[in-house]
């Protein structure tokens, strides 16, 4: 079975604060991957990056980072010098191959001005 | 083109309507999927469509009808709905798991927000 967990549900930080979102996943696959998905107000999500199971490095891309660990079964996400259009509800989700998202419960970041 | 357009954008109807959701790519993407979003929840999936054919229904009852008349269009037919489907309704599309593409993103369509009184 797939389950990700993302146990912050709401975070609040001043804006140009780094903040962190974590993620923990639990599957028996030894092939996956893992996403980040930012849903704005507006309601589409949109797709931040797509990592997979065999590959551990860290990914930056501008002010955001991912670390993804798999001895702690983690790909936490960083956002960094935070700005007020970051504010939003982010999914990370796992990808088993089988045409299916597992979507964690989500963390609605807010950046105060 | 990278995007998913969906229609209409807002749609209130009655319990006893019948009202249809259009999904609609050109990215190539032969699988489709519908998902269900409540207030504060993580998306759920409901249909998905891999190569115009239905490949899983997670259950969804009846008054949810999907259809893909072809690869680039998604349709979800809404018949004597209840109160409690209100949501937001979101389409997406990807390459198919059969193609090796399984593991690739999804690309979400802005969403429908239905309200049925």
């Known amino acids: 079975a797939q389950k990700v967990t993302q146990a912050q549900t709401e975070i609040s930080v001043v804006e140009k604060e780094d903040v962190t979102l974590d993620c923990v996943y639990e599957?028996?696959?030894?092939?996956?991957?893992l996403f980040w998905y930012k849903q704005p107000p507006s309601g589409e999500l949109v797709f931040l990056i797509r990592?997979?199971?065999?590959?551990?490095q860290n990914e930056i891309s501008g002010r955001y980072s991912w670390n993804f660990q798999k001895s702690t079964s983690s790909f936490n996400f960083t956002i960094t010098a935070s700005q007020v259009v970051d504010s939003a509800v982010y999914f990370c989700?796992?990808?088993?191959?089988?045409?299916?998202?597992?979507f964690g419960t989500g963390t609605r970041l807010t950046v105060i001005p | 083109d990278t995007e998913v357009t969906q229609t209409p954008k807002h749609l209130v109807m009655g319990m006893t309507n019948k009202k249809s959701l259009k999904c609609e790519q050109h990215?190539?993407?032969?699988?489709m999927y519908w998902y269900k979003q409540k207030a504060k929840k993580p998306p759920e999936l409901m249909f998905v469509?891999?190569?115009?054919?239905?490949?899983i229904n997670e259950s969804v009852p009846s008054r949810f009808s999907p259809e893909c008349p072809n690869s680039s269009l998604l349709n979800l037919h809404l018949h004597a709905l209840q109160p409690e489907d209100s949501a937001l309704y979101l389409c997406?599309?990807?390459?198919?798991?059969?193609?090796?593409?399984?593991?690739?993103?999804?690309?979400f369509g802005p969403g429908t927000r239905l309200t049925v009184l």
């Open positions: 997406a599309s990807s390459q198919d798991q059969s193609a090796g593409g399984g593991y690739n993103e999804q690309f």
């Open positions: 599957t028996r696959d030894t092939t996956y991957y």
């Open positions: 990592r997979n199971s065999f590959d551990e």
């Open positions: 989700a796992l990808n088993n191959g089988a045409n299916n998202l597992f």
């Open positions: 990215m190539g993407h032969r699988a």
């Open positions: 469509y891999s190569y115009e054919k239905l490949s």
